[in-house]
Each structure stands twice: as structure tokens, then as C-alpha cells.
């Protein structure tokens, strides 16, 4: 059983003085993480022995996970159609790609995580960036939704939300604002930083863990993930996303594990 993880090592080599995260917000970052493998965010890698008895290193072959739920469980807000070919294309090319791209070099032994960690804010890995972060962030976000999904999250996670945005409602405008605003392709995020809830947003593969910011939730802006339903309505997708769609019992989960 390999050993997931962490994102510490990017986070301390990252930040400057003033900005290096304490050994209690990288502990968070590290039991978030940890806590996503027992929702099945680590589902997405197999480890295999290497065939030579000889050579005891693994190689790692990343799989696609399967959705959280059946394709049509979303409809009519998500169609099958576009799980086919968001889940069953553009998320399988991201793991082909990724496997293509590590296989030979010493990344070909690490996790997800560890693969993430390594290439991102190395030019020269960026295609292997891409490629695992969009593995990463595509498994995050099935996880971030439900059939009969959306609503209001209760307990302390609303308690928080009530106290670093002022109300349930501004926090809607502005994570629909972050996903409709972002140009072109990206992520729009509720992380948590500082012991505080932000919204972000993110372009093309880019994800709060590489920038010290632990992911609660997140929303997909590329085209892929609503044209089919919505056309160039992105508007109406985030709305759609935020009253129909978020799974609160995942991003609460992901919450009181990293505030502890
Ligand atoms: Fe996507």
C-alpha cells in the first residue's frame, strides 16, 4: 500500500517568511487529503509492483475513477451526454495522458499528489501539471455533487460561512461570481486559508493545494462541462450548480477535516 500525499512539500518550498504555513495549517492540508481517500478521491490510482523481481520500486498506474453516481443521476440539470464525454473522454485523456507522460521517469513511482506536488511551478513538467491536476480536480468535483443536491449546508460549516462571507446569500453571489467571471477555462473554489473561507477561481488546470489553500468545493468553468447543456449560458449553469447540484455533506466533510 503506498503512502498518498502530502502536499506539504510544495507548500513549505513555496512560501516566503511571512507567508510559510504553520505546522498546524500543513497538518490540515495533510488530514484533508487524507480524509478525500476515504471518499474515494485517491480512487483514481492503481500501484503496481514492478514485474521485475529484482527491482522492488512500484510504478504507478493511474486509473479513471468511476462517477460517484449513475450518469443520469443529475438529469435534468447534468445530462448523461455530458458525462459521457466529460467524465468518459476529457477525464480519461487527462489519466491516458498523465500515464503516457510519467511513464519512464521517476515520477512514474509517486502518487497523484506526490506527481501534482512535483511538477507544478516547474516549467519544464507542465504538460505532466495539466495532466495530473486535471485528473485531481475533475475527481474533486464529481464528489462536489449529488443528485438533490444544493440547498444550505448546516452546523459549523454554515456557522462559518455565516461569519467570513455574512450570510448564506452572499456567499452564493460570490462563488457564482468567481465561476462566471473567470475568463476562459478554470475552476471556481471555496477553499479554506488562514483559518478563513474563500472564494477563488482558478484558470485552465491551476488548484488551491499548490497555492498552501485547502479545496472544500469546486465548480467547473471549462466549456465541456456545460456546453452541452447550457450552451454558452455559463450564467445559468453556476446558478444551476449552486441550488441543485453541491453536495454539502461533501464539502462539510472536507471542511471539519480541516479544521481540526
Ligand atoms: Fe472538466
Known amino acids: 500500500m503506498f503512502k498518498p500525499l502530502p502536499f506539504q512539500a510544495v507548500k513549505l518550498n513555496e512560501k516566503q517568511d511571512s507567508q ?3 505546522r498546524r495549517e500543513v497538518l490540515k492540508t495533510t488530514a484533508l487529503a487524507l480524509g478525500g481517500i476515504a471518499l474515494g ?3 483514481c490510482s492503481d500501484n ?3 514485474s521485475s523481481k529484482t527491482n522492488q520500486s512500484q510504478t504507478m498506474t493511474h486509473t479513471l475513477p468511476e462517477l460517484p453516481y449513475a450518469p443520469t443521476a443529475l438529469e435534468p440539470h447534468i445530462s448523461a451526454k455530458t458525462f459521457e464525454f466529460h467524465h468518459g473522454k476529457h477525464h480519461k485523456a ?3 495522458n498523465l500515464n503516457k507522460l510519467i511513464a519512464g521517469t521517476d515520477l512514474e513511482s509517486k502518487t497523484l499528489e506526490e506527481v501534482v506536488a512535483a511538477s507544478a511551478k516547474d516549467a519544464s513538467k507542465a504538460g505532466i501539471f495539466n495532466n495530473a491536476a486535471q485528473v485531481w480536480n475533475h475527481t474533486f468535483y464529481w464528489n462536489s455533487m449529488k443528485p438533490n443536491g444544493g440547498g444550505e449546508p448546516t ?3 454554515m456557522d462559518k460561512i455565516k461569519e467570513d462571507f455574512g450570510d448564506f446569500g452572499k456567499f452564493k453571489e460570490e462563488f457564482k461570481n468567481a465561476g462566471v467571471t473567470q475568463f476562459g477555462s478554470g475552476w471556481a473554489w471555496l477553499v479554506l486559508e488562514g483559518g478563513k473561507l474563500k472564494i477563488t477561481k482558478t484558470p485552465n488546470a491551476d488548484m488551491p493545494l499548490v497555492h498552501g489553500q485547502t479545496p472544500l468545493l469546486t465548480m467547473d468553468v ?6 452541452i447543456d447550457y450552451q454558452n449560458r455559463r450564467p445559468d449553469y453556476a446558478q444551476t450548480f449552486i441550488d441543485k447540484l453541491i453536495n ?3 464539502v462539510s466533510k472536507n471542511f471539519e ?3 481540526k
Open 94 to 96: 487527462y489519466v491516458d
Open 257 to 259: 477535516l480541516a479544521m
Open 248 to 250: 454539502w455533506d461533501f
Open 41 to 43: 478521491l485517491n480512487a
Open 222 to 227: 471549462w466549456e465541456h462541462a456545460y456546453y
Open 48 to 50: 503496481k509492483q514492478s
Open 155 to 157: 452546523g459549523k460549516l
Open 20 to 22: 510559510m504555513p504553520t
